[in-house]
């Protein structure tokens, strides 16, 4: 009785074990091909960065005047303020490998510097559109938000108020720009939008 029980065990692990074997393999060889493509990378030389697709931040076509005796208002402006007069770039996605092969080593501490701009702006604009939002301000906070998605934020915040909004103003057909704006990000971030925002509108 116990021979059939002992053929399959051994028929299981000789299963897993060719299993384990073959997925350690293919790591290995991951492995390998990263730190080939390291390499190569870290030997590029430094390249001119005219190519990068800038974010302009245009400050006077925002609500900047508006609910400035608010103090998370005022700390939001500030914020922007500094980052106006920064170079901001949207790099989410992008290895700092990638970065490396295509722009050179030398300039990947000025690329991780855009990009950290990048993400200061994108979060700095869903707090003050949040903050908007909460004094009662639908009408500006649309307009800040509108522009959060213009330069492809990926904060899923972002999405679902300026949603919130079209829907509380009447402006439901328009939540499907959103998630057309959704589909085309990059990353984990564009499938959790996706998938948050055709949950909360299953009939768009």
Known sequence: ??????????????????????????????????????RAANSVRKKPLDNLEYVFLPLEQLPTEVHRDDAIVQECLDTLTILKDSKIVNLTGITNTDLKLTYGTANIT???????????????????????????????????????????????????????????????ERIPELISAAEKLTGTSGKIILRKLQETYPSL
Do not use: C
């Open 110 to 172: 000025v690329l991780t510097e855009y990009d950290q701009n990048y993400t200061s702006l994108v979060t700095t604009l869903q707090k003050w559109a949040n903050k908007l939002y909460e004094l009662g301000d639908m009408t500006h906070a649309k307009i800040v938000l509108e522009y959060a998605v213009s330069v492809r934020s990926d904060v899923t915040a972002t999405y679902l108020l300026l949603a919130a909004i079209y829907s509380q103003s009447g402006l439901s």
């Open 1 to 38: 009785m116990k021979i059939p029980f002992l053929a399959t065990l051994f028929l299981f692990l000789l299963v897993l074990g060719r299993a384990l074997k073959k997925n350690t393999k293919a790591m290995n060889e991951q492995e390998q091909s990263f730190w080939q493509r390291e």
